[in-house]
Every structure is written in structure tokens, then in C-alpha cells.
């Protein structure tokens, strides 16, 4: 029989970056508010949370961040001037945001990595299992990858990361996970993790994204973890000895995922995903690809 395991309702969003990638639009606004379409990128992945049943989210934020509190909060002077216009239809996005989720802050101080920042979260997750959503990637809302994530964290216990089948010359740029198989077509068990390896030392062509439910013995890990890959706190180094000591917080497994996923952490993949996401509103669609249409025939 399939062993229960605590239902998890916290999530935790590093949000500390520099976001230098994208210089000067975020030398005084985080990339986080950088806009995809018209909402925030962080917005995405709030809504996320929501709607995985995370109502509970901690924000990693650091110096400049202000404008992300400020989003999640409300905005009295504008909702009243909504109201008075009578203009219903923007006041319910406004008070959108605001009523997603109940928003925690705390500061990351010194950018030590990814998993200096996770552990940042210890305090408030305390000894509950929890997810970790990054900003840069966006997951369509219509392949619900952190609730499948959920779900097998609640099935096997111990912790889940998000894998995806990229090529060999791409696996550089992400975490990659050694796999076995197991009974669901969509599940494997990671026995081991590589932070960025060449193409030649890739254990296999998946790629760890931006989604995990851990297990809270990771807090421990973390606080022994040495720098790694760039001189900082690796969350892969970390996850690594959970993969291979199961004692000590469970197995970890991976969930393949083969759906939609909008990359917003880099400038090319960024614009595309605006594209993209544009086009399959049903309020903006219908015109936007049919101007769309007629510039790439025009340049071509």
C-alpha cells in the first residue's frame, strides 16, 4: 500500500537575483516585474502556487525588491479610483494580485546561490515538506506540473524535482539528474545529480527546471553544504546526497515533464515567450497573429 505523507501548502520563491541579464531595464525595477504580455513574470508563478493548492508563499527577496511586496499588496488609492469610474473590469485585476495568496518577505542578504537562498526559507517552512518555484520559468497553467509534483511527493515521500528531455548540447546550462525507471510512465528515481556538466560527463539528457518539492531535511543539508559550481551554495550538491542516502529524508524522484514551459531568463527566450503567450489569449490573439503574419511575410 501506498504510504501517505504530510499535504503540503508552502512554497517558497527565490526572488533575489540581480537580474543582470536584462540591464538597464532592471537597474532600478526587479526582474521579476518585468512584464509577460501585461503581468508581472512573478505573477505566473504566484498563480501557480495557487492554483497547485500552495496558498501559503515566502518570497526570497533582496535589496531593490520593494516593487514585488508593493504588487501583492493592495492599492486603496487606485481601487477606489477604479471604483468611482466604475470601471470593473480593471479594478478585478488589480485586487487580483493581491488576493492570490498569503505573501510572506524575507530578505537573502548575501547572494550565496540557490540554495543559500532555499535555506533562507527554514524559519518559516520548519519541518513540513515544501515546493520551490524559480521566476525564470513559467509553466503553462493548462499542464499542471507542480500539482503531478505534489502528488508523487505525497505518494513516495522525500523529495521531487521537475525534469525535462533537452539535447546534449544544452545540458551545460542545467542541473542533470542520473534516472531509473519506475512503474509511471512519467516518474523516475534520481540517483544522482551533476550541477552544469559538460556534454561528455552528462549522466543523461534531463534537465532539472525550476520546480521542486523537498523534503525539510534539506535544511540540514544545506547548512554543511560547501560553495560549489561559482562559488556558491548549490541546491543540486545538496539534493545529490539526499539522492544517495535515502535515510536521511527519503528517495528523491523526478517528474518528467513534456508540457509547456516559458523561459523568461533570457532576453531571445523571454521575447518568444511573450509571443507566444500572446498569441493564445483569446482577447489579443485573433489580431496579434494576423499582424504577426504579415510582418514576417513582409521581412521575409
Keep these: ?53 500552495l496558498d501559503d508563499v515566502l518570497m526570497i527577496t533582496g535589496r531593490n525588491k520593494r516593487p514585488l511586496e508593493d504588487h501583492f499588496d493592495r492599492n486603496y488609492e487606485l ?3 477604479l471604483q468611482k469610474k466604475g470601471d ?5 485585476k488589480v485586487q487580483e ?16 546561490g540557490l540554495g543559500h537562498a532555499v535555506l533562507c526559507a527554514a524559519p518559516h517552512v520548519g519541518h513540513e515538506p515544501f515546493a520551490v518555484l524559480l521566476g525564470d520559468d513559467l509553466i503553462d ?5 507542480l500539482a503531478r509534483m505534489v502528488e508523487v511527493q505525497e505518494q513516495h515521500g522525500g523529495s521531487v524535482v521537475a525534469l525535462m528531455e533537452v539535447a546534449p548540447e544544452q545540458i551545460h546550462l542545467y542541473g542533470c539528474a542520473a534516472v531509473e525507471a519506475t512503474a509511471d510512465d512519467d516518474v523516475v528515481k534520481v540517483t544522482g ?10 549522466p543523461s539528457n534531463y534537465a532539472i527546471i525550476g520546480r521542486y518539492v523537498l523534503d525539510p531535511h534539506i535544511f540540514g543539508i544545506l547548512r554543511k553544504t560547501e560553495p560549489g559550481r561559482g562559488g556558491e551554495i548549490q541546491l543540486t550538491d545538496a539534493l545529490q546526497q539526499l539522492a544517495t542516502d535515502e535515510k536521511v529524508g527519503g ?25 507566444r503567450l500572446a498569441c493564445e489569449r483569446e482577447d489579443l490573439g485573433p489580431d496579434f497573429r494576423a499582424w504577426l503574419r504579415s510582418y514576417v511575410a513582409e521581412e521575409m
Design 1 to 53: 500500500m501506498t504510504q501517505s505523507h504530510p499535504r503540503i501548502s508552502k512554497a517558497v520563491i527565490p526572488a533575489a537575483g540581480l537580474g543582470t541579464r536584462f540591464l538597464p531595464a532592471t537597474k532600478a525595477t526587479p526582474k521579476e516585474m518585468l512584464p509577460v504580455v501585461d503581468k508581472p513574470a512573478i505573477q505566473y508563478v504566484v498563480e501557480e502556487a495557487a492554483s497547485a493548492g
Design 79 to 81: 481601487e477606489s479610483a
Design 88 to 92: 470593473a473590469s480593471r479594478l478585478a
Design 97 to 112: 494580485s493581491s488576493d492570490l495568496a498569503t505573501m510572506h518577505y524575507v530578505r537573502q542578504g548575501d547572494p550565496k
Design 141 to 145: 497553467p493548462r499542464d499542471p506540473l
Design 193 to 202: 545529480l551533476v550541477e552544469k556538466p559538460d556534454a561528455a560527463d552528462a
Design 251 to 275: 528517495p528523491v524522484h523526478g517528474v518528467v515533464f513534456k508540457g509547456r514551459r516559458y523561459d523568461t531568463g533570457d532576453r531571445g527566450d523571454y521575447l518568444r515567450a511573450i509571443v
